[in-house]
């Protein structure tokens, strides 16, 4: 199966106009475009009901208490854990196209709600958790939003923009799923799969 992420070649930088939050001089980072890219698939294998994307950071750090704090840095041999950027589950079969802008078109304070889309169901994304405790953009974080990682991080972080082909018509998901479950629901059902990984990092000495 063949995939594209327009604008974004395997290794290379995504572009700002993706991505949750640019760097700012003044503040370390501000709020970017926040636009999903498009994204395309050509040659999924016969028997393919439906296809689910996911779009995963396997770089962020497992433990937050030095994240964006001034004076600190995040140390590279810290363990990292995953954190999904987009959860998009029962994309019709003759569906090979989603658009840019489509999904996510700049940031939304508190959140998008997760649910039916036109070209299938999105669940939950890492903001939900991660932004919990900040009283300005606490909320449910549905649908596709890109990367923020920390502008003290020692490590450049991947973003990892994958398709499945599945043998079934749904995942039969509902509510605020997440990446994990979604893994967890395609087990045994997976005809093929893609991806194309980027890199992204607000550090001013590593871009």
Not at 66 to 73: A, I, S
């Amino acid at each position: 199966m063949r995939f594209s992420v327009k604008g974004i070649a395997e290794g290379q930088p995504v572009p700002a106009e993706f991505a949750f939050a640019v760097p700012d001089p003044g503040q370390h980072m501000r709020f970017s475009d926040n636009r999903n890219p498009e994204l395309r698939w050509l040659d999924a294998p016969q028997g393919t009901q439906s296809f689910v994307v996911l779009v995963m950071d396997p770089d962020v750090p497992s433990v937050a208490d030095d994240v964006n704090q001034e004076g600190k840095r995040v140390p590279a041999d810290l363990p990292r854990v995953d954190f999904y950027h987009w959860v998009l589950v029962d994309i019709p079969a003759d569906v090979t196209l989603l658009e840019e802008g489509e999904f996510a078109d700049g940031v939304v304070p508190r959140g998008k709600t997760p649910g039916k889309r036109r070209k299938g169901i999105e669940g939950i994304n890492g903001y939900t958790g991660f932004l919990a405790g900040d009283p300005d953009l606490a909320g449910t974080y549905g649908g596709y939003d890109g990367p923020c990682p920390p502008w003290n991080d020692e490590i450049v972080h991947r973003y990892i923009y994958s398709v499945f082909a599945l043998d079934v018509p749904s995942l039969e998901l509902e509510g605020d799923f997440t990446g994990g479950q979604v893994r967890e629901a395609m087990r045994g059902h997976v005809l093929a799969e893609a991806s194309v990984t980027g890199t992204y990092t607000l550090d001013p000495a590593l871009r």
